[in-house]
């Protein structure tokens, strides 16, 4: 290989760093003071959005670790009175059973079901349509909370988050590891235009949960 060469390949990986740690540092950045310890500091009248994730982990039946957090932050935060609605987004199955389970843990407002947030990007967009003039609050790890704020900024959605308890296991270091590269996709899905994951128009396929 020559010394051209090596340069060549050198530069190209230092950029790679470079926008790797840039993106995360920006990313992360969104979050700052914007995400609740406790749920006075959340707007009244907010919407809330509940990310979506598996509660167990394919057919092993084993428990993803991230789940039951953020079921148990969204249940405390609608106790306290400060939101007004609820949205769970996901997949079907996501929306479906973090409904249920919402309104078996009591939970009494009205609750939404967002069966086309396939990934963190639709969930935002498709909040952005459902509720534009709205104070959204997501619920989700904090690691992934950011990503959401981040998402929220660029499209001038007034958004704050509520973060749950990081979860037990190794799962949830996963998770939190996997977002460090899922930061840089959302600058670059943010480069190419922010494209929705299914052929459903955004403002299109919200049920509210029976």
């Not at 310890?37 to 167990?56: Q, R, Y």
């Not at 987004?89 to 009494?108: E, F």
């Amino acid at each position: 290989m020559s010394r051209w060469l090596k340069r060549g390949v050198g530069a190209i990986l230092a950029l790679l760093v470079f926008f790797f740690i840039g993106s995360n540092l920006w990313v992360w950045s969104a979050g700052w003071g914007r995400l609740a310890s406790k749920p006075s500091e959340v707007p009244v009248g907010a919407v809330m959005v509940v990310l979506g994730t598996d509660e167990f982990v394919g057919a092993t039946g084993e428990r993803s670790g991230t789940y039951r957090p953020r079921i148990d932050a969204a249940v405390e935060l609608a106790r306290s009175g400060r939101v007004k609605l609820i949205v769970t987004s996901g997949t079907d199955v996501h929306a479906r059973v973090m409904a249920t389970q919402l309104r078996a843990a009591g939970v009494t407002c009205p609750i939404v079901e967002d069966p086309y947030g396939w990934r963190t990007l639709d969930s935002v967009l498709r909040a952005k349509a459902y509720y534009p003039d709205e104070h959204v609050v997501f619920v989700s790890q904090g690691w992934h909370c950011v990503r959401a704020l981040w998402l929220a900024n660029h499209e001038a959605l007034s958004a704050t988050a509520y973060p749950a308890a990081f979860g037990d296991g190794w799962r949830p270091v996963m998770g939190s590891l996997r977002d460090c590269f899922a930061k840089p996709k959302a600058v670059i899905d943010r480069c190419l235009g922010n494209p929705l994951t299914v052929p459903v128009p955004a403002n299109e396929g919200n049920v509210p949960h029976r």
